[in-house]
Nanobody, 129 residues
Framework: QVQLVDSGGGLVQAGGSLRLSCAAS????????MGWFRQAPGKERGFVAA????????NYADSVKGRVTISRDNAKNTVFLQMNSLKPEDTAVYYC??????????????????????WGQGTQVTVSS
């Protein structure tokens, strides 16, 4: 099992940047594919970005492509989400998620929330106009 702790959210003006972090406890972090999702008030949780267990593959939602970068440091058991050029519509609670992926290809980076086994508690991102 793995436990995830999200951090780095906050209030930022439109056009600004934030870097979210997700620290994982437990062993074998490099065996997990990792993802970021977000949920705005009154909306369903939606995909933002994912990264394979080796970091060789990344996937992004169209709405954030070019503005967001997902990365991971397996030595520090941490995954990051660098968000630039933030817009008010990016306001949401952001959640990181982990999927045990040791028996999948090293390029596995799922975009569906149903494929993830573990979730962080979420971190609020608010972008003011």
């Amino acid at each position: 099992q793995v436990q995830l702790v999200d951090s780095g959210g906050g209030l930022v003006q439109a056009g600004g940047s934030l870097r979210l972090s997700c620290a994982a406890s437990g062993r074998s972090f490099s065996s997990y594919a990792m993802g970021w999702f977000r949920q705005a008030p009154g909306k369903e949780r939606g995909f933002v970005a994912a990264i394979s267990r080796t970091g060789e593959t990344t996937n992004y939602a169209d709405s954030v492509k070019g503005r967001v970068t997902i990365s991971r440091d397996n030595a520090k058991n941490t995954v990051f989400l660098q968000m630039n050029s933030l817009k008010p519509e990016d306001t949401a609670v952001y959640y990181c998620a982990a999927r045990w992926a040791v028996f999948t290809t090293s390029a596995y980076a799922p975009i569906s929330s149903t494929e993830y086994n573990y979730w962080g508690q979420g971190t609020q991102v608010t972008v003011s106009s």
